[in-house]
């Protein structure tokens, strides 16, 4: 029988190659032989992820595959998933998502959600074409750590403006990250957007910095208290 | 050399290989501008079904600048719409927006194999008010200016009818199934473009802007997408142009390969590159960026740019999108001035070699 370093390896190639039916196949494995999902997760599936966010940067993988590459994922962690504690999960936060009113171009705001989600974020994702006003009423009932806006174009772009400054007027300490390809960090700074970045990997890096710090806020501010 | 021809003869006579006095500044893909908008008072929203608007808004941009066509429709949604999607046109949106699909013709991939395109789509949607505009530019500046329309290509027109992501995962797990819903879509562009022509469009542009390499990869390209490509270029009658945005520099030769007379690539094209790989037969249009160039370039940048698209191998200085609204006026003069104005001594056709 395959030691679960060698599962491990086997799951994180089937994610790399898209083999949906392997990854379940070898997730339910491990689940029936009560070997450590946790690790399933995070040697198997994340690490074959990874391989596929840098095949995807070397243009050796292109949007269909990434996409296919994630189904394979999610298929095998909805059947790991319960057979982890919860806490570790490694819940990095909740994200509120969406490309807004006007703008259909969604292809890339995709690829952020699927980053994010892999990495722990809990990402509720509001969709294409989103009336601006919906972004600040999720924000408000969900109280996310963080809001992503993303635009392809520059006439829709202009609509993040009146997000960031609706939702920093009614909640002062979420996190607003933006993007899409006519979006610059100089735009992000002056628009008064917390983080900026120009693709799914960096932007992935920019929300664990930000959503980091503001944990360390809440608990030096409950540290005072 | 001498201006000898006017703006229909240019882009008429470069289109179809014959003898013309310099590159013509034009495009295929739509070229409204708010000076045009103001310039008739209306509104956006209020041109998309509206033949008669949508007729002198797009010969707004001959009239101001004199931009050598005018093309209508102004959105990617007409196909699409006469197939079954709803759309959103933000009638009620203070900004101006483009219209959108609201709801798809085939909103659950288990439909699609069903999906049948209707006997009397033409009739349907805003197709007949397209070909009203055609036929009113025809009558009112056919001996001007060039006319011009576009269709999606098969591929971005399914991904406008189904669910863009599933379309792509079916792509890669159920390729027969995409392949029967592109045939579907193949034969119905050749239709629409067939009925413009008819309806008095000297030229055909098709937009396959979904199949980019920074979508899909070249091999998808090379096996789904061209075989349609190929399809829609041996149906319709020259002049043809196919379209793609995004970065093209892997897969000019397969778009060349198709059969159009030209291909328009936008700037993150290499074009000198490209001008290597394309047989000399086939046309470049294109790469000035319709955005960062000519809503926030200078008139000096843009006289720059245009020189430079030439010097690289540009056979029509030719926007590489929609012209985007507020492009001012100042830089789309500065455009039509600098393509007149060098177009001829650096057109690469004129260098015996
Ligand atoms: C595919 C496409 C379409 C498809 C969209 C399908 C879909 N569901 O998304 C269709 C055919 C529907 C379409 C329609 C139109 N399009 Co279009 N389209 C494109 C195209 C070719 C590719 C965009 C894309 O998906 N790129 C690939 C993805 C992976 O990259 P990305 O989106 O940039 O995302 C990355 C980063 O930007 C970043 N990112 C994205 N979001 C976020 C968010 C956050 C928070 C962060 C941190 C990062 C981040 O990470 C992503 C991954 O690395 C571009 C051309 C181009 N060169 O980009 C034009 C383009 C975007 N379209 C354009 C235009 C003009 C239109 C239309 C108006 C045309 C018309 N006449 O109607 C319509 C608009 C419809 C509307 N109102 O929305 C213009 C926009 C011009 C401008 N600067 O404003 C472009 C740039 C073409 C051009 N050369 O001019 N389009």
Known sequence: MPSMDEYCVQLKQAVVDYNRDQAVAIAQTIVDQGLDAQ???????????????????????????????????????????????????????????GVVQGDVHDIGKNIVKLMFEVAGFEVKDLGRDVPLDDFVREQLSSDADMVCLSAMMTTTMTGMREVIRKIKEKNPKCRIMIGGAPVTEELASKWGADGYAPDANNALREAIAMVSSLHEMYQQAQARD | ????????????????????????????????????????????????????????????????????????PF???????????????????????YPTIRAKAIPRTEDMADFQVAADFLERGRLPVVREALRRLRQGYGDRLAVGSYMLGPFTLAGQLVELDQLFLL???????VEELLHKLTAAVIAVGLSYREAGADFLTVREMGAATDILSPRAFQSLIQPCLREVAASLPPPRVLHICGSTDKIVALMAECGFDAISVEPKNNVRASRELVPPETLIFGNLDAFKLLVHGTPAQVTQAVEEALEAG????????????????????????????????????????
């Open chain 2, 314 to 353: 540009v056979d029509a200085v030719w926007p590489s999108c929609d012209i985007w609204p507020e492009a001012k006026v100042e830089n789309l003069d500065a455009m039509v001035a600098a393509t007149r104005q060098r177009g001829a001594e650096l057109w690469w056709r004129n260098h015996g070699s």
């Open chain 1, 39 to 97: 690790k399933a997760v995070f040697d198997g599936l994340i690490a074959g992820m990874q391989v596929v966010g840098k095949y995807y940067e070397d243009q050796y993988y292109f949007v269909p595959e990434m996409l296919m590459c994630a189904q394979a994922l999610y298929s095998a962690l909805d059947i790991l998933k319960p057979h982890m504690p919860q806490t570790d999960l490694g819940l990095k936060g909740q994200v509120v998502m």
């Open chain 2, 1 to 72: 050399m001498e201006e000898t021809m006017n703006a229909r003869q240019r882009v008429l006579g470069l289109l179809t290989r014959r003898p013309v006095d310099g590159p013509a500044c034009f495009s295929g893909m739509g070229n409204v501008t708010t000076a045009g908008l103001e310039r008739l008072e209306c509104s956006f929203p209020s041109v998309h079904a509206d033949a008669v608007k949508m007729a002198d808004l797009a010969a707004t941009s001959f009239e101001l600048f004199g931009y050598e066509s005018a093309v209508v």
């Open chain 2, 75 to 97: 959105d990617l949604c007409v196909e699409a719409e006469a197939l079954g999607c709803a759309i959103n046109t933000y009638q009620d949106v203070p900004q101006l927006l």
């Open chain 2, 171 to 177: 792509s890669l797990s159920d390729r027969r199934l």
